[in-house]
């Protein structure tokens, strides 16, 4: 099972930008579907975006399109969500997920999951 560390979180103002890394362990990296989700307290684990294996299709939840960018590059084992333009609302802990099933394009349902790393947007 791939295991998943976050990285890039922290305090910014409204407006401003941040980029979120996600690093995967072992091989066959190009194999999984990448994705982030973002959990605010007391509330459910919600989709934000996700990138094919390949890289070649990407998918946003309405409320980030335009904003946020989903990347990845195989060769370093690595996936990020470059966030412009954020607002207080984006204020969440921010999860990367994979999955070696095309099914999550779909389902959203990843079965791989970092530890989270902490977004704060300030007003």
């Known amino acids: 099972q791939v295991q998943l560390v976050e990285s890039g979180g922290g305090l910014v103002q409204a407006g401003g930008s941040l980029r979120l890394s996600c690093a995967a362990s072992?091989?066959?990296?190009?194999?999984?579907?990448m994705g982030w989700f973002r959990q605010v307290p007391g509330k459910e684990r919600v989709f934000v975006a996700l990138i094919t294996k390949g890289g070649d299709k990407t998918y946003y939840t309405d409320s980030v399109k335009g904003r946020f960018t989903i990347s990845r590059d195989n060769a370093k084992n690595t996936v990020n969500l470059q966030m412009n333009g954020l607002k207080p609302e984006d204020t969440a802990v921010y999860y990367c997920?994979?999955?070696?099933?095309?099914?999550?394009?779909?389902?959203?349902?990843?079965?791989?999951w970092g530890q989270g790393t902490q977004v704060t947007v300030s007003s």
């Open positions: 072992g091989r066959s990296f190009s194999n999984y579907v």
């Open positions: 997920a994979a999955d070696l099933s095309n099914s999550v394009l779909i389902t959203r349902r990843f079965t791989s």
